[in-house]
């Protein structure tokens, strides 16, 4: 399966923070993180194909706390994984409505060491 397979499989219509664009006839694909880092950035964190199993990591690490269930977004893995994901891309902790709970802390304190 190539890169961009991996990527949409993931989200499969499971989740709006995947996007992408079309640079210098290049798919570049981000997940959107506007307002987990910081109040009023608009923000995103590119995936690539050397940071996809991270991403992919992430997703699973929240399905075995969570379950695969997509309803709020307090308890949507794939959402949960997303902040994981770019928590751990930037070594930085989410803040405010997006700190995610106690249990997901532990794991993304682990995934970061």
């Given at each position: 399966?190539?890169?961009?397979?991996?990527?949409?499989?993931?989200f499969n219509?499971?989740?709006?923070a995947?996007?992408?664009?079309v640079?210098?006839?290049?798919?570049?694909?981000?997940?959107?993180?506007?307002g987990?880092?910081?109040a009023?950035?608009?923000?995103?964190?590119?995936?690539?194909p050397?940071?996809i199993?991270?991403?992919?990591?992430a997703?699973?690490?929240?399905?075995a706390?969570l379950?695969?269930?997509?309803?709020?977004?307090?308890?949507?893995p794939?959402?949960?994984?997303?902040?994981?994901?770019?928590?751990?891309?930037?070594?930085?902790?989410?803040?405010?409505r997006?700190?995610?709970?106690?249990?997901?802390i532990?794991?993304?304190?682990?995934?970061?060491?």
């Amino acid at each position: 399966m190539n890169f961009h397979e991996r990527v949409l499989r993931l989200f499969n219509e499971r989740s709006t923070a995947l996007h992408w664009v079309v640079e210098e006839e290049r798919v570049k694909m981000y997940v959107w993180c506007t307002g987990v880092f910081s109040a009023d950035d608009q923000d995103s964190e590119e995936i690539t194909p050397d940071n996809i199993a991270a991403l992919e990591q992430a997703i699973a690490q929240m399905e075995a706390v969570l379950g695969a269930e997509t309803d709020p977004v307090w308890t949507d893995p794939v959402w949960n994984g997303v902040v994981l994901f770019v928590a751990s891309q930037r070594k930085r902790r989410p803040r405010g409505r997006h700190s995610i709970p106690y249990e997901l802390i532990r794991i993304a304190l682990a995934t970061l060491q």
